[in-house]
């Protein structure tokens, strides 16, 4: 089984970027924790992070291309506006799990709507770093459960 994780914008500013909100672990222990998490788990895991709409849109085409068999997106500011990014997943069929590290429902108005989330079969916000362990999990059940049928 291959998933790829997508990272949205000022990700890679973890541990510096408001830690008040994202804690002060940096980009570089979330990465280290999904890479064990996904060999503890027999998987095999591509972490990818990019501020820029267009190369986001290319990770998910080249997971289309290169078979992955699930998708795990933390697409940042661009949950709110990406419609690029959310046809980008909807022509994905394989499972698909959005992931936010804040409660993006206890924050800003504008944070509330997410575009992407309608094209995931799932979103889970506000846990910090273990929503990343949580989405991995829920895509290997979903996987799993597809592959009974």
Do not use: W
């Not at 993006?104 to 979103?123: D, K, L, M």
């Amino acid at each position: 089984m291959k998933i790829l994780v997508v990272n949205g914008p000022n990700l890679n500013f973890l541990g510096i970027r408001e830690k008040g909100i994202y804690g002060s672990r940096d980009y570089a222990s979330l990465v280290d924790m999904i890479e064990k998490k996904a060999k503890e788990m027999g998987i095999d895991v591509e972490v990818f992070q990019s501020n820029n709409e267009g190369e986001i849109i290319d990770a998910l085409q080249r997971a289309y291309n290169e078979k992955a068999d699930g998708i795990i997106i933390n697409p940042g500011a661009y949950t709110h506006y990406s419609y690029a990014i959310r046809d980008a997943l909807a022509s994905l069929t394989v499972p698909k799990i959005e992931v936010h590290i804040s409660n993006i429902y206890q924050r800003e108005e504008f944070r509330h709507t997410s575009v992407t989330a309608p094209v995931c079969n799932g979103q889970i916000s506000g846990l910090g770093f273990d929503g990343y362990i949580l989405a991995m999990e829920a895509i290997f059940s979903i996987y799993n459960k597809a592959s009974e049928v």
